[in-house]
T-cell receptor, first 114, second 117 residues
């Protein structure tokens, strides 16, 4: 099942903060966050592994609540370069080991205005 | 280091023609994924390989679609015959997978923009 992302779209002024949420109905091993700009490939931001881990990347951080099967991406003091579509990709993990494919949400469109 | 390389970048062809998309993963990566992106359906996983072996092809839409990975450095996605509804951007991604579970990211190629007329 596809994870559900919210909100669908956000418009911010430069310097404002944003939170993007991702929730799944299935137990997850990990959550991956990507940003995609128009006409380009998705670019990896971070992986959250089960265990309630919180990771940071510049002014972008994320958390993963394994019990609730939810992840949130936090963008602090947003910059113009943060504009794009943000996707969460969820991974169930394979019992036999080995990489699993990602199931992506529909994305959150983020527009940063000067 | 070279990233994931896909070819062609753009393909325009007529309905009924055979289409072959190509992907060269990052050297040393042992997992390869094919995704399709459309406005309606978003980014969908089609098939993936671990160590050149297809693991899950449940995302392949129809028998018209097939994928192969003859060696660690090359994979193809073929559509025969192609239909207008196959028009999409097709991405290939690769990942380094060591051990039971991997915390490594998937790296995406630039994609092939396919238009079927």
């Amino acid at each position: 099942q596809q994870p559900v992302q919210s909100p669908q779209a956000v418009i911010l002024r430069e310097g404002e903060d944003a939170v993007i949420n991702c929730s799944s109905s299935k137990a997850l091993y990990s959550v991956h966050w990507y940003r995609q700009k128009h006409g380009e490939a998705p670019v990896f931001l971070m992986i959250l592994l089960k265990g309630g881990e919180q990771k940071g990347h510049e002014k972008i951080s994320a958390s993963f609540n394994e019990k609730k099967q939810q992840s949130s991406l936090y963008l602090t003091a947003s910059q113009l370069s943060y504009s794009g579509t943000y996707f969460c990709g969820t991974e169930k993990g394979r019992s036999g080991g080995g990489a699993d494919g990602l199931t992506f949400g529909k994305g959150t469109h983020l527009i940063i205005q000067p | 280091d070279a990233g994931v390389i896909q070819s062609p970048r753009h393909e325009v062809t007529e309905m009924g023609q055979e289409v072959t998309l190509r992907c060269k993963p990052i050297s040393g990566h042992n997992s390869l994924f094919w995704y399709r992106q459309t406005m309606m359906r978003g980014l969908e996983l089609l098939i993936y390989f671990n160590n050149n072996v297809p693991i899950d092809d449940s995302g392949m839409p129809e028998d018209r679609f097939s994928a192969k990975m003859p060696n660690a450095s090359f994979s193809t996605l073929k559509i025969q015959p192609s239909e207008p509804r196959d028009s999409a951007v097709y991405f290939c991604a690769s990942r380094s997978n060591v051990g039971r579970y991997s915390n490594q990211p998937q790296h995406f190629g630039d994609g092939t923009r396919l238009s079927i007329l």
